[in-house]
């Protein structure tokens, strides 16, 4: 997907935390080594200076879909205060002429984002 000619790659300030935080608990966890940590983050940092991704600042208006998004959807579905953010990003940057695609690992996200009328997908899934 990143390797697609024209296509545009954008992340959410919150993401670039969310990304430390969970390669973080991998070193916890023992699933992945320090040094690791350093040179995924390092190449991170790099793709994000070198503008491989844009990185969109999250505004008042996408905390006030997360908190629609939250009330309308949390009393059935698991949709996590930040995991709301993140995809209230998504649907603010969604347009029918260049339509987002939605990435992430969580089934339950993913199964929401879907819901919402985001093309999904999920690097974990077979």
């Known amino acids: 997907m990143l390797a697609t000619v024209g296509s545009r790659h954008f992340i959410s300030r919150l993401a670039a935390v969310e990304l430390h935080s969970a390669l973080a608990k991998k070193v916890r966890t023992c699933q992945l080594t320090r040094a690791d940590f350093e040179l995924v983050t390092r190449r991170f940092r790099a793709d994000v200076a070198a503008k491989r991704f844009e990185v969109i600042r999250v505004l008042v208006s996408?905390?006030?879909?997360?908190?629609?998004?939250?009330?309308?959807?949390?009393l059935t579905n698991n949709l996590r205060t930040l995991d709301a953010l993140q995809l209230a990003v998504a649907l603010g940057l969604n347009d029918p002429a260049r339509p987002v695609t939605f990435v992430s690992a969580d089934r339950a996200l993913c199964a929401i984002a879907a819901s919402e009328g985001l093309t999904v997908v999920n690097?974990?899934?077979p």
């Open 123 to 125: 690097p974990e899934a």
């Open 62 to 74: 996408h905390f006030r879909t997360a908190e629609e998004l939250v009330r309308r959807l949390s």
